[in-house]
T-cell receptor, first 113, second 111 residues
Framework: GGIITQTPKFLIGQEGQKLTLKCQQN?????MYWYRQDSGKGLRLIYY???????QKGDLSEGYDASREKKSSFSLTVTSAQKNEMAVFLC????????????FGHGTKLSVL | GEQVEQLPSILRVQEGSSASINCSYE??????FPWYKQEPGENPKLIID?????ERKQIQELIVLLDKKAKRFSLHITDTQPGDSAMYFC??????????FGTGTRLQVLP
C-alpha cells in the first residue's frame, strides 16, 4: 500500500505571511488535490493537478497558489495569511481515470495569529 | 459547477437503530457518488460508493441508494454501533477528475 505524507502537521503563521504546505504520495497516482476543511463547510477544492506541471483551479483557488513539481509531490501556498484564520488543509490523490476513490493525507492544521 | 447539499448536519441515534444521511446534487453529468467517513483526528476514508448505472449498493451494514431522476442519493447505516460515530461526507463527481463534497454529517451513536 501507499501513503500520502503532508508536512508540516501544524503550521502557525502571522497575518500577511506567505505559507507553503507540502504533500508527497508514493501511490504513483496521476491526480493530486488540495482541499480545505472548515467546520460546517465540508471539504472545498482549492486546486488539483492531473499530471506533473498541470494545474486546475477549484472553487476556492483565490488566495492560493499551487505547484506540481513532480508526479509524487504537490505543494500549496497561502499567498497572504488572513488574521485568525484556522483551517485544515487536506491533500489527496487518485488514479487518473473517470471517478476513482481519493486517498487522503492526515492534513495540515493552519492557525494564523 | 457541481454543488452538493448534505443533510442533516448533526444526527444522533440510539445504538442498534438506523441512521440515514441524504444528499442532493445539481449536475446531471455526475456519475460517481462516494461516501467518506472521517473519525476524529483522522483523514477521510472511502467506505462505499455507487456509480450511476446502479440504484442500490450494500456493503454489510451500509446501504447507498441513488435516484438519478431526483438527483438524490443517500447512505443508510443499519444496526448502528459506537464505532459508527464519525463525520460522514457524501460527494459527487461529474465526468472529470473533480470531486465535489457535501458539507458533512456528524453522526453520534448513543449507548
Amino acid at each position: 500500500g501507499g501513503i500520502i505524507t503532508q508536512t508540516p502537521k501544524f503550521l502557525i503563521g502571522q497575518e500577511g505571511q506567505k505559507l507553503t504546505l507540502k504533500c508527497q504520495q508514493n501511490f504513483n497516482h496521476d491526480t493530486m488535490y488540495w482541499y480545505r476543511q472548515d467546520s460546517g463547510k465540508g471539504l472545498r477544492l482549492i486546486y488539483y493537478s492531473i499530471t506533473e506541471n498541470d494545474l486546475q483551479k477549484g472553487d476556492l483557488s483565490e488566495g492560493y497558489d499551487a505547484s506540481r513539481e513532480k508526479k509524487s509531490s504537490f505543494s500549496l501556498t497561502v499567498t497572504s495569511a488572513q488574521k485568525n484564520e484556522m483551517a485544515v488543509f487536506l491533500c489527496a490523490s487518485s488514479i487518473l481515470d473517470i471517478n476513482e476513490r481519493l486517498f487522503f493525507g492526515h492534513g495540515t492544521k493552519l492557525s494564523v495569529l | 459547477g457541481e454543488q452538493v447539499e448534505q443533510l442533516p448536519s448533526i444526527l444522533r441515534v440510539q445504538e442498534g437503530s438506523s441512521a440515514s444521511i441524504n444528499c442532493s446534487y445539481e449536475d446531471s453529468a455526475s456519475n460517481y457518488f462516494p461516501w467518506y467517513k472521517q473519525e476524529p483526528g483522522e483523514n477521510p476514508k472511502l467506505i462505499i460508493d455507487i456509480r450511476s448505472n446502479m440504484e442500490r449498493k450494500q456493503i454489510q451494514e451500509l446501504i447507498v441508494l441513488l435516484d438519478k431522476k431526483a438527483k438524490r442519493f443517500s447512505l443508510h447505516i443499519t444496526d448502528t454501533q459506537p464505532g459508527d460515530s464519525a463525520m460522514y461526507f457524501c460527494a459527487a463527481s461529474p465526468n472529470t477528475n473533480k470531486v465535489v463534497f457535501g458539507t458533512g454529517t456528524r453522526l453520534q451513536v448513543l449507548p
